[in-house]
């Protein structure tokens, strides 16, 4: 028996790991600061994976696959790049393990024999190896845009890890561009942070801000960072897909090169861009609540659940039949459905149990209903209950699941719009940003030092500077300079 | 412009690699060992997923994720497991890199401060974190059977490396389940095999011989190991997919436990399954020709590429309009389609490359085609040529694509059934297994002894005790000891 769920008002924080957890996404695994992906989890990243995919490809790119380690001379060959990454990496040093006595003990060690000659970084990110293999494959501008993506594991060592959020290894797709102009380039990073929106917003149901990010919060070795940033129930900021302008930074360090048109060897211009098993986290967050977990119609694995009622035997059957057809004919229609016919297990558990798995829409189908040629429909979002005649089966749920995918988007979008304020000075943002928090659009002077210590003294860091916030002069909240744009400041995770 | 092709009977090894790399499927890499997986290669290798994604899905198996890493003190739990994969791990020691001078250079090196606790292994298989987690997800029979997949990469260290055959990384998909009974978990082990074969045979057009492993060819841990073996085109035998009934050993050294219907508490029964990227390197082997790839038309990612011919501008925009609507119309009927209008590569050019690449039909469009009302369709295998109507184009473009399609595996076929031969004593044995090599079908006593005899004098091994080898009364071909059945012996990629 799944033990009960910590209410968000009580502990937020414990909530989110009872959905994750009694919601059967992930589990905690011996490995530490690793988790793992449990069968409900992962079906929803496959479904994320498959939307994603099919817009990757239509949109020029081809997948690919490179090692997973790194050479610790390619990770230090952009200074940016190692400097973000060289503190926090899982480095393969030895090949064999070989047994010796410990105390009497027989125990496995590495084998000294077999240290490598040079070390191997798990990869946190794969910019190096793949650049060092674009500049294999790429002579002439005929060769560009070379457009890939890989769907791949990462490493990035954790000190403090939460489930999805932040584990040491994670899933992602990482997408690698090299192009013949800057202009290009700048395109295609737009170009993905677009996807990366419509698909937060249109599959994810969770509305965005796009952005830039500010120099302090830019990738390692880019030369800018473009983001979606979205905001969870407790008011904190998520960073939600990143798209990276490199600039010639590592076409310069593993010299990426093309003959153009004019026969001139040219640097390309690159570009890299994420999306990564986090945003499981982000969709649990933005949409959950205290009976379990709300997945949108669009990547729910399980969009439809129906719970067939009887009491004694006789009715049994006639019943299961006719959830059975209801299934078929749903099933007809496009949608994953299950029929949870399960004996010694009461409708209000089967409820119970479902909705903690944050099925979209659950159909209750008993004698009476029967009896009337319906069935009872019943929204996860607010338990709104609609009776829908078996003759209309198909469009009403088609209809109804599409009006939870949208009443979820804009409840998002309420709460994130009730919980984006502007303040006047630092005084007021350091009132409001642990609570009630939320986006705080803030003047700021660009100036890194105002932006660090506003980050060391409320924890609060400038999630990007939203491309659809006006042009307004105003004065930075922390030094008083001129600011001719607001910021978004926020507590992320 | 690729270099051409080093042709089989000149060197078979060499022709190998000239069609993985010429052929754009891999590519070396920087790594020792790793290879990268090009887009052409990838796309292969999605195709081949996507199709045993729903084959697994069909027979009940949900895909999870599981960590990369596996602490040491796991590993070293099962004694033939640890045995089997020691000596060929990526060890994981530090978690951090720091800056030093080294003859007054700036080079990085392991943070000592930063060495684990417990080393961590990088996954050269997962049994034993996955059985770990059952252990704590398993408590009642009802929690039984559990049948997870998880795609994903792992890692053994490998001294002598080939593209996809043998590499330090490789992408595979391990399936681990468990049961109540011991009879369920034959029962599955067997069934996936069965998956195996039908993939291998329908889809890849690659015959197989079934069988089981002899003690010492099986999976390290496992009680039995059963086996789909492949013959390549220089009549060396290649392992396709392996499916081990696990019995009780990694229950028993993971505590994983259920209580069955009378309350008392037994160990689980495990199987574990795969098949990996090594896979694509079969492809290529079987069916490549000096050509280039030849790839079977339910697997190919490009299954027709049209070639549209010209002479002189004015007849180019007409046949092109026209070539462009054969695309149109084969891609409705559900093909992947290729149109190559490229100027200033001749259609000779355009015909090399697509052969190079391994698509199974060629479309010729030129004015004379056009004129008739028909298009020129050209088999890959055997270059045959076809004028298809344009009235009949679709039925006859998958009536091509199919008969391709059975005519390579029947190609295949004959080609095994001539490298298949009864010996009747080892010096036969000997006499053959370089040349002309192919399998040797042997009797065996059923001794280790004489097993590893053979493969010490010859390095053959036993691939398999094929299970539809009839039962036959003889004398091992080492020992003279009876045999009731004759094993498979091959040399073996």
């Known amino acids: 028996m799944a033990k009960s769920i910590t209410p968000r008002a009580e502990d937020y ?26 069968p409900h989890g992962y079906a929803v990243w496959e479904k994320m994976q498959r939307v994603l995919d099919r817009m990757f490809k239509e949109t020029g790119h081809r997948n ?63 910019e190096t190896i793949i650049y060092a293999m674009f500049a294999k494959w790429v002579q002439s501008y005929r060769d560009l845009p070379l457009l890939i993506n890989q769907w791949a594991n990462v490493v990035r060592w954790e000190m403090r890890t939460r489930l999805f959020l932040r584990t040491t290894e994670f ?33 994810m149901a969770i509305p965005v801000v796009q952005g830039i990010k500010t120099e302090r919060e830019k990738f390692a070795g880019a030369q800018h960072t473009y983001c979606i940033e979205a905001l969870m129930q407790d008011n904190r900021a998520l960073q939600a897909g990143t798209s990276h302008n490199l600039g010639q930074n590592f076409a310069r360090a593993f010299d990426l ?26 969709l649990v967050m933005t949409h959950g609540d205290d009976g379990g977990l709300v997945l949108p119609p669009r990547l729910a694995p399980i969009q439809v659940a129906i719970v067939p009622i009887w009491r004694g035997d006789d009715p ?32 209000g558990a089967k409820y119970h149990e479902w909705e903690l798995l944050g099925v979209p829409l659950r159909i209750e189908l008993g004698p009476k209903d029967l009896a009337g040629g319906a069935v009872m429909c019943v929204k996860r979002t607010n338990r709104a209950k609609r009776s829908v005649p078996l003759a209309e ?50 003047h700021w002077c660009g100036n890194a030092a105002c932006e660090g210590r506003v980050q060391e003294e ?22 008083g300079e001129a600011s001719g744009k607001r910021a978004h400041f926020a507590k992320a995770y």
Chains 1, 2 share one sequence.
């Open 64 to 126: 690919a696959y490179f090692p997973l380690f790194i050479p610790k001379s390619f990770l230090a060959k952009e200074a940016e790049h190692v400097e973000g990454f060289a503190k926090e990496c899982a480095i393969v040093t030895h090949s064999r393990l070989m047994a010796v006595e410990v105390d009497g003990r027989r125990t496995l060690v590495p084998d000294p024999q077999s240290a490598l000659e040079e070390e191997l970084i798990v990869r946190p990110t794969s």
């Open 393 to 442: 089966l198909e469009p009403q749920v088609r209809a109804l699941l599409d009006e939870i995918q949208r009443e979820m988007f804009e409840a998002a979008l309420a709460r994130r719009a009730a919980a984006t304020l502007a303040v006047e000075s630092y005084d007021e943002l350091k009132a409001r940003i642990d609570s009630p928090g939320g986006f705080l659009l803030a």
């Open 257 to 282: 090169k093309f003959q153009n048109e004019s026969g001139e060897w040219e640097h390309a211009w690159n570009t890299s861009w994420g999306f990564s098993t986090r945003m499981v986290g982000a």
């Open 171 to 203: 899933l992602w797709q990482e997408g690698h561009t090299a192009h013949a102009t800057a202009a290009e380039a700048e395109e295609e990073t737009r170009r993905m942070l677009d996807v990366y929106a419509t698909f937060a917003q249109e599959y």
């Open 316 to 347: 049994r059957e006639r019943i299961v039949a006719a959830a059975r057809d209801v299934q078929r004919r749903l099933v007809a229609a496009g949608h994953e459905v299950e029929l949870d016919d399960r004996d010694g297990v009461t409708p």
């Open 13 to 38: 924080s414990r909530w989110y790991t009872d959905l994750v957890v009694e919601g059967r996404l992930a589990d905690y695994s011996p490995v530490k600061g690793c988790m793992v992906i449990r």
């Open 458 to 479: 409320t924890k609060a860091t400038i999630r990007c500077l939203a491309f659809d916030q006006p042009d307004e002069r105003g004065r930075c909240i922390v030094c």
